[in-house]
């Protein structure tokens, strides 16, 4: 399914990740499978910028960070606050990002694949970007039947199921783990996207009780395998 982007949506769910709980957590779920190869010397391609928050993330360990975005307005604002060290930002899209670039010790793409029309075409473009020994962590939304205002307001063409993720992945990595996420924001998901057909609440960016408790049942929720949630992440290496 195609819908147009909201440029002005798409900026505020992005201004809110460096504060949003539910963001928050996928990261530090992917710096915990990341572990020590994310290190000091490594070079990281982050597909992708949204808010540029976790290139901050990223450059702390030491790593080299190397991210793109094609959306102007995004990258402005990733590039106006991105580290000030260890960190290069490309204005492109994932596929001239990765002609005759050098392969990335580790690669992220946090909810990039389901705004690219093609997604096996993008995941053979992510696969040129790999050697032997790089590792991938990517998340996408979870869950065809959520398929509502958010994903209308951001341009999603899908969101997936296990089954559909596998599909287009498998050709070219091997799935170290793939899991759900989320699982408690369904009924959050469901009420304001799908049947209210409104954007989500901003509760989760401030700093109050009810956030605080959402952040730690989505804290608590990346410790927990789930079988079902609002969020694909899967650890990939190349084949």
């Not at 360990?61 to 959306?71: F, L, Q």
């Not at 606050?81 to 946090?110: G, Q, T, W, Y």
Request: proline fraction near 6%.
């Amino acid at each position: 399914m195609r819908t147009a982007a909201n440029p002005a949506y798409t900026l505020s769910d992005h201004a809110a990740r460096e504060f949003d709980r539910y963001a928050l957590a996928k990261y530090s779920l992917t710096l915990r499978w990341l572990g020590d190869r994310l290190r000091p010397g490594a070079v990281v391609y982050n597909i992708g910028l949204g808010s540029g928050y976790f290139n901050h993330l990223a450059v702390r360990t030491g790593a080299r960070v190397i991210g793109c975005e094609p959306d102007a307005v995004v990258f402005a604002s990733a590039e106006k606050s991105k580290p000030a060290v260890n960190c290069e930002l490309v204005l492109a899209d994932l596929a001239s990002f990765s002609r005759d670039r050098p392969p990335a010790d580790i690669i992220v793409m946090h909810d990039v694949l389901e705004h690219i029309e093609d997604d096996s075409q993008a995941v053979r473009d992510l696969a040129a970007l790999t050697r032997k020994g790089s590792s991938l962590v990517l998340s996408v939304p979870a869950l065809p039947l959520l398929f509502g205002q958010h994903d209308i307001e951001l341009g999603h063409f899908r969101r997936y199921t296990k089954s559909s993720l596998r599909s287009v992945l498998e050709p070219h990595f091997r799935i170290r783990r793939l899991r759900y996420f989320g699982m408690a924001s369904i009924p959050i998901v469901l009420y304001f996207s799908v049947l209210s057909r409104r954007s989500y609440p901003m509760a989760a960016a401030a700093d109050n009780f009810v956030s605080r408790a959402y952040g730690f049942v989505c804290s608590l929720e990346t410790r927990i395998p789930e079988p079902i949630g609002t969020s694909l992440i899967a650890e990939l290496e190349p084949i």
